[in-house]
T-cell receptor
Framework: DGGITQSPKYLFRKEGQNVTLSCEQN?????MYWYRQDPGQGLRLIYYSQIVNDFQKGDIAEGYSVSREKKESFPLTVTSAQKNPTAFYLCASSIGAGAESPLHFGNGTRLTVT | DQQVKQNSPSLSVQEGRISILNCDYT??????FLWYKKYPAEGPTFLIS?????DKNEDGRFTVFLNKSAKHLSLHIVPSQPGDSAVYFC????????????FGTGTRLTIIP
């Protein structure tokens, strides 16, 4: 049963700590994405990767880092430099090249930093 | 700068009636548009899409209309069912550059039984 798995579903951290959110996909998709959802702001792109060992900054990359060592995995690290880290984080993937490839989303990780 | 706008944060519709969700965009380079549906604490699921070479695309109860001159698209759901209650996101993509999706802020649709 193919899909995108994000873990954990809920995550709590103290301010000043780095935290890594996991995203794994078995859809054999080339492209992977990280979005953040905040109330009233829709989904905003943090980072994306179109191929293994390559990734680009999205619209709100400051305070975040990613890696893409394997096709299946695209972990996101929320660093202590991110000023407002509490949010709902969504990972997505798509077949890749071409505009007409819808994103498939995981079920998200809700991060709370206190 | 919000390039994709959904000006109605919420919408309530009687079960069985038509639901119309609207979306406006400003970037004339967008040429592919998608609608996603999202339930609470879940990821969005793809619903329907339309290319800029078309003005209508239909899939069962869902129809998306595109008016390029007005930079406006709409999603029609007929007939509306209680399971349609969710947040709907409009998204747009340009076929130039990095092909990333730009999302609107969402409209919460509530179907009243």
């Amino acid at each position: 049963d193919g899909g995108i798995t994000q873990s954990p579903k809920y995550l709590f951290r103290k301010e000043g700590q780095n935290v890594t959110l996991s995203c794994e996909q078995n859809l054999n998709h080339d492209a992977m994405y990280w979005y953040r959802q905040d109330p009233g702001q829709g989904l905003r792109l943090i980072y994306y990767s179109q191929i293994v060992n390559d990734f680009q900054k999205g619209d709100i990359a400051e305070g975040y880092s990613v890696s893409r060592e394997k096709k299946e995995s695209f972990p996101l690290t929320v660093t202590s430099a991110q000023k407002n880290p509490t949010a709902f984080y969504l990972c997505a993937s798509s077949i890749g090249a071409g505009a007409e490839s819808p994103l498939h989303f995981g079920n998200g990780t809700r991060l709370t930093v206190t | 700068d919000q390039q994709v706008k959904q000006n109605s944060p919420s919408l309530s519709v009687q079960e069985g009636r038509i639901s119309i969700l609207n979306c406006d965009y400003t970037n004339s380079m967008f040429d592919y548009f998608l609608w996603y549906k999202k339930y609470p604490a879940e990821g969005p699921t793809f619903l329907i899409s339309i290319s800029s070479i078309k003005d209508k695309n239909e899939d069962g109860r869902f129809t998306v209309f595109l008016n390029k001159s007005a930079k406006h698209l709409s999603l029609h759901i007929v007939p509306s069912q209680p399971g349609d209650s969710a947040v709907y996101f409009c998204a747009a993509r340009s076929n130039f550059g990095n092909e990333k999706l730009t999302f609107g802020t969402g409209t919460r649709l509530t179907i009243i039984p």
